[in-house]
């Protein structure tokens, strides 16, 4: 009988504080793509600052696994199934998933990650401009009408060939990873002539002197616009409140290392990356100013303006601070 009780007493505790009653994720996922966008994942798995963070909060000793994918419409997927917990995506990607999941899973931005320029590089000598692409050339980059580079590749279309005509180059887009489309360009005879790519690997192409630039975000975007956010669902903000916030503290000290010491971060995402550019290639990448590492926001409104006028957003927000948790707008403009 007073096992009983202890029973009952115990379920009836539990149901009355469910949510201090339920322990937090033992083991974080983040799932991130490939370049030095994504530099401060790297400072952080291999300075091991989420295990730091997460000890500092109480959470004891947790397991980090991070895990990388082509782009973002593949990483919303596993965010979606539950695979994984937070993900990077580009503008477009959190616009997608934030749409997707409203009123239901609640996806949304826990912080931004960088700011970096996007430039459609060709290797085709009679390619001047987006006007001479024809059918039998392909542009390659991450996921085609989705990507970042995907929905910039429409925005300079429409501003080319009217709104309209906003996908008139969609049919010769190819989904390719960064690190094959360079070898890609950089290689022999192929159907690929150009890639909208993302740092390092728009810069390692320009040291070939048969590829240009023909286009950059820089044409499109005149302030500064968020190249990533990282998102997750709010369930799992709710379910894991010391973790969630373990996370952020562990981002927040990674973007100052690698905004302290850009050298040893480098190295740092040469070791991770298993990347074989020479630590100098990398440095001169860094050296653009255009480069950022923060985690301010921009330029959301830009993209959520654009697919909500041509149509490819079914359910636009009526303000892009929407998208974001409150802690992920601290100093955030227009």
Do not use: C
């Amino acid at each position: 009988m007073f096992r009983s009780i202890v029973a009952v007493a115990a379920l009836l505790g539990a149901l009355a504080f469910p949510h201090s009653a339920r322990a937090e994720a033992t083991t974080l996922r983040v799932a991130k793509q490939f370049g030095v966008a994504y530099m401060q994942f790297m400072v952080m798995e291999d300075q091991k600052m989420i295990e730091k963070q997460a000890k500092a909060a109480g959470l004891g000793d947790i397991a980090v696994e991070f895990n990388q994918f082509r782009s973002s419409d593949v990483m919303n997927d596993a965010l979606l199934s539950g695979s994984v917990d937070f993900v990077s995506l580009g503008i477009p990607g959190i616009i997608t998933i934030w749409s997707k999941t409203k009123g239901n899973l609640d996806v949304k931005a826990a912080s931004s990650l960088n700011v970096s320029p996007l430039m459609l590089m060709v290797r085709d000598p009679s390619i001047k401009s987006i006007r001479d692409f024809k059918d039998h050339h392909k542009i390659a980059l991450p996921a085609v009408k989705v990507a970042m580079q995907a929905i910039m590749l429409q925005m300079a279309a429409a501003k080319e060939f009217g709104d309209a005509k906003f996908n008139a180059l969609d049919h010769l887009t190819v989904s390719m990873a960064h690190p094959d489309a360079t070898a890609a360009m950089l290689g022999g005879p192929s159907e690929i002539v150009a890639n909208f790519s993302s740092a390092p690997f728009q810069y390692r192409q320009m040291k070939n002197p048969n590829i240009r630039r023909i286009l950059s975000s820089s044409d499109l975007f005149t302030d500064g616009l968020s190249f990533n956010v990282i998102a997750t669902t709010s369930k799992f903000r709710r379910d894991n409140p010391k973790l969630y916030g373990a996370f952020r503290a562990a981002l927040k000290e990674a973007t100052d290392f690698i905004n302290a010491d850009k050298r040893r971060a480098a190295e740092i995402y040469l070791k991770v990356s298993k990347d074989r550019t020479p630590v100098d290639e990398i440095m001169e990448v860094l050296a653009d100013p255009a480069i950022q590492y923060t985690l301010k926001p921009g330029g959301i409104e830009s993209f959520v303006s654009f697919m909500a006028k041509v149509g490819t957003l079914k359910n636009p927000p009526a303000d892009w601070r929407e998208m974001f948790f409150p802690e992920a707008l601290a100093g955030a403009g227009g």
